[in-house]
């Protein structure tokens, strides 16, 4: 990805990091959405070209997608998901190699987010260009 690219950023156990893992303690599909970084929209810019790159683990499960708001101040419910950005993995899916996974998205969104729904191992990072 190009230099511009940043890697967005989750608050787990009140930290704030780029890789989010399955708790030890977990019994359950845990749900971590990242801080929002901002979009296309909030520059001004006419093409809404976005791209984003997921890195997992190789024993990870479940789905990492991206969801956006056209909102300059958005709560909780401005937010919906983008389509066609949403990659799932699951035990059946035999990986040797951590996965890296990349779509383009369009929109003039002010502001993107990633959310990880995650069942097993790890999401390394998610990186975001604009």
């Known amino acids: 990805m190009p230099a511009l690219s940043q890697g967005l950023t989750f608050l787990v ?12 303690t977990a019994t359950g599909t845990m749900v971590y959405t990242s801080d929002q970084a901002q979009g296309d ?3 001004g810019s006419s093409d809404g070209l976005h791209t984003v790159m997921y890195t997992t ?11 956006a708001t056209l909102a300059s101040e958005p709560v909780e419910g401005d937010w919906f998901n983008v389509a066609n950005t949403a990659v799932s993995y699951n035990a059946l ?12 998205f369009v929109g003039n ?5 990633g959310v990880v729904s995650i069942s097993a191992g ?6 975001y260009n604009h």
Do not use: C, H, K
Request: glycine letters at 4%.
């Open 109 to 113: 969104f002010v502001w993107v987010r």
């Open 122 to 127: 790890a999401v390394e990072s998610i990186q």
């Open 93 to 104: 899916n035999l990986r040797y190699f951590p996965s890296v996974d990349y779509t383009n």
């Open 13 to 24: 156990n009140n930290s704030s990091t780029v890789y989010v893992s399955y708790p030890n």
């Open 41 to 43: 929209g909030y520059f």
């Open 57 to 67: 683990t190789m024993d990870f499960v479940g789905t990492v997608s991206m969801q």
